[in-house]
């Protein structure tokens, strides 16, 4: 067996290793930061460069086993050591990565929904408010014409009362004509018709200004 070849696989895994480590170096920091497409790269240098390495370890495996040293058994162990610590690195920070990658992708939909959520929340709150003014505009315009309904029809009574009254002094001042006497009930009559004439005229003026504040309300 030559020296050299052995020797050569040494230097050969070293380099390696040394590569390697540069490459795990440089995944950390890209693992540590956010995320930006780049790790695909890094990720098939590494896997590239494992691969050469266990590739070199079985070389030097086949050499150990054709008749190498205790000291060269020794050598290859190390050497396979390390490969195994390097390859459980790369798969801990790639599985690490991948967990943050769905974890911000997570985060990406959720604030996405939000404001999805937001939109639509301050579209039916806007929507909600306009019904409940129109509904409090019907409210109030119900109430008004109730209350107009009410006022037309005391003004009504009210009327009909006056013609009732108009016709019944009418008659009394045709009996008044015969019977003097009756002078101070035609007096109590027409007092009467002076307050039912008073009344009637406050009430056509709370009429005429609840019409009035109807129309403004509109």
């Not at 020797?7 to 930006?36: C, F, W």
């Not at 098939?44 to 691969?51: A, F, P, Q, Y």
Request: glycine residues 4%; charged residues 25%.
């Amino acid at each position: 067996m030559e020296a050299s070849s052995w020797d050569a696989l040494r230097k050969q895994a070293r380099r390696l290793e040394a590569q390697l480590d540069d490459q795990m170096i440089a995944y950390r920091k890209l693992v540590s930061m956010k995320s930006d497409g780049s790790e695909n790269d890094i990720e098939s240098d590494i896997e590239r460069s494992l691969k050469q390495l266990q590739q070199v370890n079985s070389q030097m495996q086949t050499w150990v086993s054709s008749g190498g040293s205790e000291v060269l058994s020794h050598t290859l162990t190390r050497h396979m050591e390390i490969l195994q610590d390097l390859t459980q690195e790369f798969y801990r920070l790639r599985s690490s990565l991948r967990v943050k990658q769905q974890h911000a992708s997570l985060l990406d939909l959720r604030d996405f929904d939000r404001a999805k959520f937001d939109v639509e929340e301050a579209s039916d709150s806007a929507d909600q408010a306009l019904l409940r003014e129109q509904a409090a505009i019907s409210r109030s315009t119900g109430q008004m014409d109730n209350v107009i309904s009410q006022a037309q029809v005391t003004l009504g009574c009210l009327m009909t009362q006056r013609s009732t009254f108009g016709g019944i002094t009418s008659k009394i001042s045709n009996v008044s004509s015969r019977l003097p006497t009756i002078n101070h009930v035609l007096s109590s009559i027409r007092r009467k018709k002076s307050m039912d004439t008073i009344i009637l005229s406050l009430v056509a003026s709370v009429c005429a200004f609840l019409i009035f504040i109807y129309w403004l309300s509109k």
